[in-house]
């Protein structure tokens, strides 16, 4: 739709209504393809009941077991999840490169900081949390857990003249999000029985 003050009067409106579920993005394509990749990492915290301890898991990569799902069935409903959680996590990362409380300024420069609030941009948190949570609980079925926390991973892409080279293996960047409360949802009809072993393990890991 071409740009007009209808369309500028009413973006907020539609925006909250076609976001992050029924938004689309053509910039796969030139002149300007994406110049990096965004992944979901989350792991659970709960009470181990026979230690009495607060344990945490290992980071899942969410994204990965969705891509994953919906390249072994295309067909398959997960292809909501998949791009719903896709959409969230762009409309996060441009959301939160704007917010004043997710960046520390230092001799003009930003950084990161250990932990991005958890309230940052709370409809796309929401997606991802939920997300994950599902996974979570198809993962360790006899976990209940009790907070969750999420982490965003950017890969830097390799430019077409240099295609060969691959992903890197050391990102360029993580966001780490504060804890936040565990809310059951209810796991995914479509795959089950996954083996936290066999689970693709992201390459990042927590210094």
């Not at 965004?38 to 009941?49: M, Q, S, T």
């Not at 290992?58 to 994953?68: A, E, K, P, V």
Request: proline fraction near 10%.
């Amino acid at each position: 739709m071409p740009t007009s003050s209808l369309k500028l009067k009413m973006a907020s409106f539609l925006d909250s209504y076609v976001n992050p579920y029924f938004s689309q993005r053509w910039n796969f394509f030139a002149p300007t393809p994406p110049t990096f990749d965004i992944v979901l990492l989350a792991r659970g915290r709960y009470l181990d009941p026979d230690t009495a301890e607060i344990e945490k898991t290992d980071w899942l990569d969410i994204s990965d077991t969705l891509i994953g799902a919906l390249r072994k069935n295309r067909l398959t409903p997960l292809f909501h999840a998949e791009i719903s959680l896709s959409n969230a996590l762009v409309h996060f990362v441009n959301y939160f490169k704007n917010d004043p409380q997710t960046f520390l300024e230092k001799g003009g420069k930003k950084y990161l900081p250990a932990e991005i609030p958890a309230d940052v941009d709370p409809v796309d948190m929401m997606v991802m949390r939920r997300t994950a949570m599902a996974d979570l609980e198809v993962t360790y079925p006899k976990i209940k857990f009790q907070s969750v926390q999420l982490g965003i991973m950017i890969y830097t892409l390799p430019r077409f003249t240099e295609r060969h080279k691959g992903l890197t293996e050391n990102p360029s960047a993580i966001a780490l999000v504060a804890w936040q409360p565990a809310e059951w949802v209810p796991p995914y009809c479509c795959y089950s029985g996954l083996n936290p072993s066999e689970r693709l393990r992201p390459h990042w890991r927590e210094p």
